[in-house]
């Protein structure tokens, strides 16, 4: 089964978070694109005829069992409640919204390779020049939205550590998205740090280390490769150590606020809890395809006494 944007989006479109909303005018060019990049192909029935189909033809069918249900649902043109349509009205008045993005994600699917960019292409400019805030990569369509793009990555931050078996880590993360969904910027920014330290422990096969110490053997480690000169060094210290500097550094987090109370910007929880995710992402995805080598001290330990300083 294809993970549809319905699918895939579920929590998101329930909650109202997200919501699919295409006018007429665009939805009729969406048709005619549609029309346009039809291609037909040849099959054999069951009765061992050699038919001629079409990816649109074959479109309702492949839309009702990917979804599960009976027929496309339109709304009528003259009115009233909706009702079984063929394809051509549930494109132009669909009952949900959402299964139109469905639909053009399966015919996207079924097209062949020499022309599947060229619509991805078209309906990238329908969208564009319609003011719609969609677009459509590698056959996905997705919201331009900073929510959505949140909720994609620290979801597949939670499945990632969850494939490599990183309990510890998860935990970490999971109080980290806790902490930031419940007001608790200190909470969230040193739990977030935490998990990050703990995907690399896992990543390494090391139970111990301070942070310097730690840094240091995951680029050792080779799992960073030299995308560019200059890349690893850039890498080590503007981004592996940004999140664990922003725990020392900002009063409360870590280390004792003095005198007067800090009180640290959701926005700066936000971007730490973010930026742990999308790292966690990259050095997990590292790991499972076998980059680099683990780096373990005596009794599969590494540690160092003196702490890194920033």
């Known amino acids: 089964?294809?993970?549809?944007?319905?699918?895939?989006?579920?929590?998101?479109?329930?909650?109202?978070?997200?919501?699919?909303?295409?006018?007429?005018?665009?939805?009729?060019?969406?048709?005619?694109?549609?029309?346009?990049?039809?291609?037909?192909?040849?099959?054999?029935?069951?009765?061992?005829?050699?038919?001629?189909?079409?990816?649109?033809?074959?479109?309702?069918?492949?839309?009702?069992?990917?979804?599960?249900?009976?027929?496309?649902?339109?709304?009528?043109?003259?009115?009233?409640?909706?009702?079984?349509?063929?394809?051509?009205?549930?494109?132009?008045?669909?009952?949900?919204?959402?299964?139109?993005?469905?639909?053009?994600?399966?015919?996207?699917?079924?097209?062949?390779?020499?022309?599947?960019?060229?619509?991805?292409?078209?309906?990238?400019?329908?969208?564009?020049?319609?003011?719609?805030?969609w677009r459509m990569a590698n056959g996905k369509i997705f919201p331009i939205d900073s929510e959505y793009a949140e909720e994609e990555i620290n979801k597949r931050a939670f499945q990632l550590i969850r494939e490599v078996g990183f309990e510890g880590a998860l935990h970490e993360f999971e109080k980290a998205r806790t902490d930031l969904v419940n007001g608790n910027a200190e909470g969230a920014i040193n739990n977030a740090n935490l998990s990050v330290e703990s995907v690399i422990k896992g990543i390494l096969g090391i139970k111990r280390a301070k942070p310097g110490s730690l840094f240091r053997e995951l680029i050792d480690s080779g799992i960073i490769p030299e995308y560019f000169d200059g890349f690893i060094s850039g890498f080590e210290e503007n981004i592996v150590r940004c999140i664990n500097i922003a725990r020392n550094e900002e009063l409360g987090a870590a280390h004792g606020q003095g005198i007067e109370r800090n009180i640290i910007p959701d926005s700066l929880a936000e971007f730490v809890v973010h930026m742990a995710a999308v790292l966690n992402i990259f050095l997990i995805k590292r790991h499972l395809e076998g980059a680099g080598s683990q780096v373990e001290g005596e009794d599969g330990e590494c540690v160092e006494d003196d702490e890194i300083i920033f």
């Open 1 to 133: 089964m294809t993970r549809l944007f319905s699918k895939r989006c579920t929590r998101l479109l329930a909650a109202g978070k997200l919501r699919v909303s295409v006018k007429k005018p665009a939805r009729i060019r969406v048709w005619k694109a549609l029309c346009e990049f039809d291609e037909p192909y040849a099959i054999t029935s069951r009765t061992g005829w050699n038919e001629t189909t079409s990816v649109l033809g074959e479109l309702p069918d492949r839309l009702a069992n990917e979804l599960g249900i009976e027929n496309l649902m339109a709304w009528p043109e003259e009115g009233g409640p909706a009702r079984p349509a063929d394809l051509e009205a549930f494109v132009l008045r669909t009952y949900i919204p959402a299964q139109l993005f469905d639909a053009l994600e399966l015919f996207y699917s079924d097209l062949p390779e020499s022309i599947d960019q060229a619509f991805q292409h078209r309906l990238n400019d329908i969208f564009d020049e319609s003011d719609l805030a």
